[in-house]
Structure formats: structure tokens, C-alpha cells
């Protein structure tokens, strides 16, 4: 139980910080810090954790699940909306 929160809760914060820096990252490159670049960074760190979890697939004793994705999208989301905040 306990271990599974603290594994899952890492996946949200390391998606979380990820989403931060390219933000940040995407602000340095054009300048500007909006819906934009927010949304993008957003998009890029989604298809990330898309591409993670197919990458696992490949790995052996490994696999990947869409709940993992999902987790990692929390982590996505509650960067973006600290962003917009």
C-alpha cells in the first residue's frame, strides 16, 4: 500500500518538475511565457510519458500500462495548473 503511493507520487512529481522545466525551457527559447508555451510543454511531457510507457513494453520484465500514463499526466496537470496559477 504505502510503497505503491510513494512509487505513484514519484511518477507525479518528476512529471510535474519535467513539465516545469520545459516551460521554463520553452520560455527561454521563445521569449515568451503564456498559454503557449505552457500548453506546449504540456503536450511534449504527455507524449513522453506516452512514449515511457511504450518503451517499457520493450524492456524485459518490464511493462507499461495506460495507468501509468495517466499518473504520469497528474503530474503534467498539476504543473500546468501551477503555471496558470
Do not use: N
Not at 505503491?4 to 515568451?32: D, M, N, P, Q, S
Not at 503557449?36 to 510543454?41: D, I, K, N, R
Amino acid at each position: 500500500g504505502g510503497y505503491l503511493l510513494v512509487v505513484k507520487g514519484w511518477h507525479v512529481t518528476e512529471f510535474a518538475i519535467l513539465t516545469l522545466l520545459c516551460a521554463f525551457a520553452a520560455k527561454w527559447v521563445f521569449g515568451r511565457f503564456d498559454s503557449w508555451t505552457v500548453g506546449a510543454s504540456m503536450v511534449f511531457c504527455i507524449l513522453f510519458a506516452i512514449s515511457d510507457e511504450w518503451h517499457q513494453t520493450l524492456v524485459p520484465d518490464r511493462f507499461g500500462t495506460v495507468t501509468d500514463v495517466f499518473i504520469d499526466v497528474a503530474g503534467v496537470a498539476l504543473a500546468g495548473a501551477l503555471l496558470c496559477w
